[in-house]
């Protein structure tokens, strides 16, 4: 996935020798977390965030506080997963883009990086979610796409979705005309389902209904 055509570079860098007040001016105008800043040789040093830049004199060159000046950036070739990654560790919804020699190319916005993610099949394409957990050491990629293919299944995408007291939760969404032999031969591998699909709930309401009717009967 080449991101080359969503780098956007209508705003250049601030230099470090620019008062506080043109950053917040420009905060006061845009709707960015962060604000990019370059030296006075016009290298990219980092990012101020408008939380920071509110807080100081607006009468003072940026300079003086360039210890909150924040150094993240990704490069020209950086993959969209790992560029995503980096908006969420940086709380941020812009992030500058170098390329090798560190020269400030522009920037990407958070919600065209999002956007990307909701084109990929794992939220565009057809199919059903499937929430299953189990203990950390026990569960394995491998074992899950053979109980999924071995039932003409298809994965199209799966991710640790939640680690808690040594159990993994393990989001699958899964191209499959009907889930129901593949939840029960995750139960029969020790799997829990965490979340599953409709037409598992109705099986289980028609087992608890026949249950109750056996009861019934034999009283």
Same mark, same amino acid.
Request: proline share 2%; aromatic share 12%.
């Given at each position: 996935?080449?991101?080359s055509?969503?780098?956007?570079?209508?705003i250049?860098?601030?230099?470090?020798?620019?008062?506080i007040?043109?950053?917040?001016?420009?905060?006061?105008?845009l709707?960015?977390?962060?604000?990019?800043?370059?030296?006075?040789?016009?290298?990219?040093?980092g990012?101020m965030?408008?939380?920071?830049?509110?807080?100081y004199?607006?009468?003072?060159?940026?300079?003086e506080?360039?210890?909150?000046i924040?150094?993240?950036?990704?490069?020209?070739?950086?993959?969209?997963? /790992?560029?995503?990654?980096a %908006?969420?560790?940086n +709380?941020? &919804? !812009?992030?500058?883009?170098?390329? @090798?020699?560190n020269?400030?190319?522009?920037?990407?916005?958070?919600?065209d990086?999002?956007?990307?993610?909701?084109?990929?099949?794992?939220?565009?394409?057809?199919?059903?979610?499937?929430?299953?957990e189990?203990?950390?050491?026990?569960y394995?990629?491998s074992?899950?796409?053979?109980?999924?293919?071995?039932?003409?299944?298809?994965?199209?995408?799966?991710?640790?979705?939640?680690?808690?007291?040594d159990?993994?939760?393990?989001t699958?969404?899964?191209?499959?005309t009907?889930?129901? /032999?593949?939840?029960?031969? %995750?139960?029969?591998? +020790?799997? &829990? !389902?965490?979340?599953?699909?409709e @037409?598992?709930?109705?099986i289980?309401?028609?087992?608890?209904?026949?249950?109750?009717?056996?009861?019934?009967l034999?009283?």
């Amino acid at each position: 996935m080449n991101l080359s055509e969503y780098i956007i570079n209508d705003i250049k860098p601030l230099s470090i020798e620019d008062k506080i007040g043109d950053i917040q001016l420009l905060f006061n105008q845009l709707t960015y977390s962060h604000f990019p800043v370059k030296n006075k040789d016009g290298v990219y040093l980092g990012c101020m965030s408008e939380t920071d830049a509110h807080c100081y004199n607006k009468n003072k060159n940026i300079s003086e506080y360039s210890h909150a000046i924040e150094g993240f950036f990704v490069r020209q070739n950086t993959v969209w997963l /790992d560029v995503l990654e980096a %908006f969420a560790q940086n +709380s941020t &919804n !812009i992030m500058p883009v170098l390329n @090798e020699k560190n020269t400030y190319l522009g920037y990407y916005e958070l919600n065209d990086i999002i956007s990307l993610f909701n084109e990929t099949p794992f939220f565009a394409g057809a199919g059903s979610i499937l929430i299953v957990e189990k203990g950390l050491n026990d569960y394995s990629f491998s074992e899950i796409s053979q109980i999924v293919e071995s039932n003409d299944g298809k994965i199209l995408g799966a991710f640790i979705s939640k680690i808690e007291n040594d159990v993994a939760q393990i989001t699958l969404k899964i191209g499959s005309t009907g889930l129901n /032999d593949i939840m029960q031969t %995750f139960r029969r591998y +020790s799997y &829990n !389902i965490v979340s599953g699909h409709e @037409e598992d709930s109705y099986i289980e309401s028609l087992k608890e209904r026949s249950d109750y009717l056996n009861k019934y009967l034999n009283m």
